[in-house]
């Protein structure tokens, strides 16, 4: 093939690898492993743009340079494929969520294998195939059947709960669960009826049903967790969310609060990753306190990092959603309160936390008593005080935080000083700076850390608090309202007090399989949407009772946080993954995805891991060694600037706008060439300019605007790279996708650029036929040899430190260097070939076979650069005479300073530039630079 085709050269070898099943990997025991691993995607209608392969080229770069090295690689690719858009879509349409998820599916793969990934696709998962939500169901029971023991710091099975019961009672156990849970001794539990024992036992599990303050949207009719709710409006849709308190299945991560922060420093992720889950777990060390709400036997605890300021206490404030709300509100105040619940259920959790200006509440009408003085205290609720996190409750202490001294003089709040007096604060203030306080009770004249060791232990002799780590993370939500997602494993059977009480199905009945139902939104009566299922009950081995199954479906996180694994034994029908596959992987070496994921699925993923980990299905504490957090790359939008007022739709060029009043608006950046827009398209694809618009040009051309922005339809900025293949070929893409930047930075897209990769590939090709196969047996000579290892060298390095776009740079000199020495060496081109291969592995493949060679290039050894052919025989100086360069003179690389200051001063132009003047120095800079001063 004289010509370079880059269609039909990648249609061949795509259809080559898929035919010999070039990148299938099985277990190979005589090779290291190496597990490299995108996040999966979802599949939107919309497909891919040309943002969203950058993560996957860099991947797939490494696992073929890992292959090229003699690891064993596994790179496998699925789909995340139950969740939000194609439920929507089957609302609005009645077409079954599988249809659509199918048929986008199908787009992926065509468009993946468009740009020559090197997947094993005999490993392909979708977390809505019932193979595979059956493993996500068996693992929520696993998680369900365990609890976390604090004492052997892991979750264990359940039935050491019951052992540890019936032998102690419940002063035997150390578990993380809710506080204040009824206590008794081993006899009691003993007596108890096994119905009994397992109703106690539910307030334990790693998994259980809770009431929770949660972001429901109404139009959705589900939850949604905060990073899907933005500005108070659901992200998909734009939908108001408020805050609504339902039962829910919960899931304990919290009991991992601990274990999430310390392994967080045995893995290589980014650290501003790393910050964001430690900010989110948010670790607290203090105390917690008992106020007695006057006159009534109840008592509402507050959570503080500085007890030593209770002292100062002014207030209590409790969240809107508290339980107790309604309870301890007067009737005068009923009105206010109300009202006032009624506003703050419009915001999300994510507003009322990071919202530090905006003071509001109301005064509930009842006090409280601080129990270190007896002072009144009055009682308010404020939206800034969430009931999921902590106790609900904090206690307001204007003279030592600010935003409760905004609360107190916005509200002419008393302020109480911890000195005696208001005119003592500043004493205050440097007091504490000083770590002593005065005239603090019982802790006046102490340190900082004396006194809040001995308020602690006051409190607990008293039992009125303790000492208490507190976490800013909170158990997960982990159900859905909705219907395109994991059945919830459960049933209900009511017990002698007629509750519902939750059992599992059984594994053998696993997968619970998703039902048929007639639409896909909840009941008339507010059910969900499995509500609509003809039957929806099981009946369990042994009984003749139907009991009614679990409604909810599992949320969107809950099959992407172990999938890594089914990757490893995708077809098992027995267990998630074989033991000797489990033993083999182990886990992901290389990890590529948006940083977006950082306190979602990574740390749900972490969470399960663990819980594996703990009940011994797994080897490995954490699930990903390595992380990388790919760049986003950003669209060029273009933007045409229509007039205002104009009975006509007119439109201005952009270099005559200033001279209009005008509202901007986006185009398509597919019928703009150079910033030229093609107003017939325009007026042919576009439905909201009118009929027969007119346009306002400059030179005869209509000029639109251009901004960096992020890549979105909305935006008509998406640039499909199925068109990009077609036109430029994928090699092209892969290679320009790299050469935009460093792979962790956001870089605009500009499609203008992807033409000099072009060039490249053509001139890459010319090394090899021009116009005929010009490749030779001939020995190489030193600069064909010093090229090729310097690329080598390079080339690995990079890749190592997954600076790809260097990469690219140093084969764009490389082919330069090889072209003008006329390099024909076939040893020299074919080991170029391997190192570029990884990088425009369709060319590298077509390029090899023309060398003779019969097996793919992924088959190749990735060749050794060699020292010696690196080293320089000779240097060019400049020579310079009083600063300016007169000219170059080329000597050894071994020559001393000496030998180059005579020989300088020996050549007959340096004497004719010296014009006979007297030499006052010369000075040698090595490998640099001669300067003659006269």
């Known amino acids: 093939m004289a010509e370079y085709n880059h269609r039909e050269i990648e249609k ?27 996040m999966f995607p979802y599949p939107s209608g919309a497909g891919l743009h040309v943002g969203h392969p950058l993560g996957y080229i860099a991947s797939d770069i490494y696992s073929r340079f890992k292959r090229l090295k ?24 009645g077409q079954h969520p599988a249809i659509t998820t199918e048929k986008n599916i199908n787009t992926y793969i065509a468009q993946l294998k468009n740009i020559g990934f090197s997947y094993d696709w005999s490993r392909e998962v979708r977390t809505s195939e019932p193979d595979y939500y059956k493993w996500t169901q068996w693992i929520f029971c696993q998680i369900f059947n365990s609890w976390y023991n604090k004492d052997t710091d892991k979750a264990e099975p359940i039935s050491t709960l019951y052992d540890a019961f019936s032998k102690g009672g419940s002063a035997a156990v150390n578990a993380t669960t809710e506080d204040d849970l009824s206590e008794f001794s081993a006899e009691e539990w003993n007596s108890y009826s096994e119905e009994k024992k397992y109703e106690v036992s539910l307030d334990y599990r790693l998994t259980y049903l809770a009431d929770s303050v949660v972001n429901f949207c109404p139009a959705l009719g589900m939850v949604l967790s905060n990073d899907e709710v933005k500005d108070g409006v659901s992200e998909r849709g734009g939908y108001p969310v408020i805050q609504k308190k339902m039962s829910q299945w919960m899931m304990r991560i919290t009991a991992y609060a601990d274990r999430l922060i310390r392994g967080l420093d045995e893995i290589d992720w980014s650290e501003s990753l790393k910050e964001q889950q430690r900010n989110w777990i948010g670790k607290s060390v203090g105390a917690s306190v008992k106020f007695k709400v006057e006159n009534s036997d109840k008592e509402i605890e507050v959570f503080t990092t500085r007890v030593d300021t209770i002292y100062g206490v002014s207030y209590l404030v409790l969240a809107p959603e508290h339980e107790w709300v309604a309870e301890l509100t007067t009737p005068d105040q009923k009105a206010a309160v109300d009202k006032y619940i009624e506003d703050t259920q419009k915001r999300s959790e994510l507003d009322r936390v990071s919202d530090v200006k905006t003071v509001s509440g109301a005064f509930t009408g009842s006090y409280c008593i601080n129990p270190v003085n007896g002072e009144r205290v009055p009682l308010w609720i404020a939206d800034y005080v969430l009931a999921g996190y902590g106790t609900g409750a904090v206690m307001g202490v204007p003279s030592g935080d600010q935003r409760d001294w905004n609360f107190a003089t916005h509200f002419n709040l008393p302020i109480v000083p911890i000195l005696d007096t208001q005119k003592d604060l500043d004493k205050q203030a440097d007091a504490t700076k000083e770590g002593k306080y005065i005239n603090s009770g019982m802790i006046n004249g102490l340190e900082y850390k004396e006194a809040t060791q001995k308020l602690i232990s006051w409190l607990e002799e008293n039992k009125i608090g ?93 099959g992407s946080s172990w999938y890594w694994f089914r990757y490893m034994d995708p077809k098992n029908k027995e267990a998630f993954a074989s033991k000797e ?354």
């Open 12 to 38: 061949k070898w795509q259809k080559y690898w898929e035919d010999h099943q070039t990148y299938k990997v099985e277990i190979d025991k005589s090779k290291p492993k190496f597990y490299v691993l995108d």
């Open 70 to 93: 003699g690891f064993n690689v596994l790179h496998p690719m699925g789909f995340d494929s139950f969740g939000l858009p194609a439920e929507q879509y089957a609302i609005q349409t």
């Open 466 to 558: 303790k000492g208490k780590v507190n976490f800013r993370l909170r158990d997960a939500v982990f159900a859905r309202q909705r219907y395109w997602g994991e059945p919830v494993p459960v049933y209900f059977k009511k017990n002698e007090e007629g509750r519902d009480i939750p059992y599992l199905v059984s594994d053998k009945d696993l997968p619970l399989i998703l039902p048929e139902i007639d639409k896909y939104q909840p009941t008339e009566t507010g059910e969900p949407p499995l509500g609509r299922a003809a039957n929806w009950t099981y009946t369990p081995e042994g009984e003749s009772t139907a009991y009614p199954l679990e409604m909810s479906t599992m949320p969107g996180w809950a």
């Open 581 to 934: 596959a489990l033993d083999y992987w182990k886990d992901i070496d290389l990890y590529l995805g948006g940083t977006e994921h950082a306190t979602g699925h990574l740390l749900y993923s972490r969470f399960w891991n663990k819980v594996l980990k703990d009940l011994g299905y797994v080897q490995e504490e954490e699930f990903a060694k390595k992380l990388i957090n790919q760049g986003m790359i950003q669209g060029r939008s273009s933007f045409v600037y229509r007039v205002k007022n104009t009975a006509v739709p007119t439109f201005v060029s952009f270099g005559l706008k200033d001279q209009y009043e005008v509202t901007p608006l986006h185009v398509d950046v597919n019928i703009v060439d150079g910033d030229v827009l093609d107003v017939e398209k325009f007026k042919a694809t576009r439905n909201d300019i009118g009929d027969n618009p007119e346009f306002i040009l400059e030179n005869g051309k209509y000029i639109c605007g251009s901004e960096v922005e992020k890549m979105s339809k909305s935006k008509f900025n998406v640039v499909n790279p199925d068109t990009l293949v077609e036109k430029f070929g994928a090699d092209t893409l892969r290679l320009y996708e790299m050469f935009l930047g460093p792979l962790t930075e956001s870089k605009p897209w500009d499609t203008k650029g992807i033409e000099g990769t072009s060039r490249f590939l053509r001139k890459l090709w010319r090394l090899y036929f021009d116009p005929n196969f010009r490749v030779e047996e001939v020995e190489p000579t030193k600069e064909n040899l010093k090229t090729l290892h310097k690329t080598i060298k390079k080339v690995q390095e990079d890749i190592e430190n997954f600076s790809f776009n260097t990469s690219v740079s140093t084969f764009m000199i490389a082919v330069n260097e090889f072209t003008e020495q006329k390099c024909k060496s076939k040893s020299v081109l074919r080991d170029f070939l391997i190192v570029i291969s990884p990088y425009a592995p369709h060319i590298a493949e077509e390029l090899w076979e023309a060398l003779g060679e019969k097996a793919s290039i992924t088959l190749a050894s990735y060749p050794q650069w060699n020292a010696e052919f690196l080293k320089e025989d000779a240097f060019e100086y400049p020579i310079q005479v009083n600063g300016k360069v007169r000219l170059n003179l080329s000597f050894s690389a071994e020559a001393s300073k000496e030998e180059i200051e005579k020989a300088v001063l020996e050549n007959e132009q340096v004497i004719r530039w010296m014009e006979g003047k007297p030499l006052k120095k010369i000075i040698v800079v090595p490998k640099r630079i001669v300067n003659v001063v006269i």
